[in-house]
Nanobody
Framework: QVQLVESGGGLVQPGGSLKLSCAAS????????MDWYRQAPGKQRELVAR???????RYADSVKGRFIISRANAKSTVYLQMNSLKPEDTADYFC????????????WGQGTQVTVSS
């Protein structure tokens, strides 16, 4: 059974930085990608950033140049470095793992809250 545990959320002033972490445990297949999604109150969940098992990354236009996604620990931990934070970045942030072995499997973390406010 795969579990994802996020950490690192909190309250930060506009222009500040936060680093989110997501640790995955269990059997992780070699073909996979790990994503960060966010959901603000009253809005749909949206993809913020993705990193594949091969190291390719993609970002939502709204965070390009400000957020950096990375992986470590034999690729079982994913980070989201968030810089130049704006009030509109306020949301619950969720880690997601999709991995493939004959079929796609999809796992979610419990979420961590990020609030950007003065």
């Amino acid at each position: 059974q795969v579990q994802l545990v996020e950490s690192g959320g909190g309250l930060v002033q506009p222009g500040g930085s936060l680093k989110l972490s997501c640790a995955a445990s269990g059997s992780i297949f070699s073909i996979n990608h790990m994503d960060w999604y966010r959901q603000a109150p009253g809005k749909q969940r949206e993809l913020v950033a993705r990193i594949t098992s091969g190291g390719s990354t993609r970002y939502a236009d709204s965070v390009k140049g400000r957020f950096i996604i990375s992986r470590a620990n034999a690729k079982s931990t994913v980070y989201l470095q968030m810089n130049s934070l704006k009030p509109e970045d306020t949301a619950d942030y969720f880690c997601n793992l999709k991995m493939y072995q004959d079929a796609w499997y999809d796992y979610w973390g419990q979420g961590t809250q990020v609030t950007v406010s003065s």
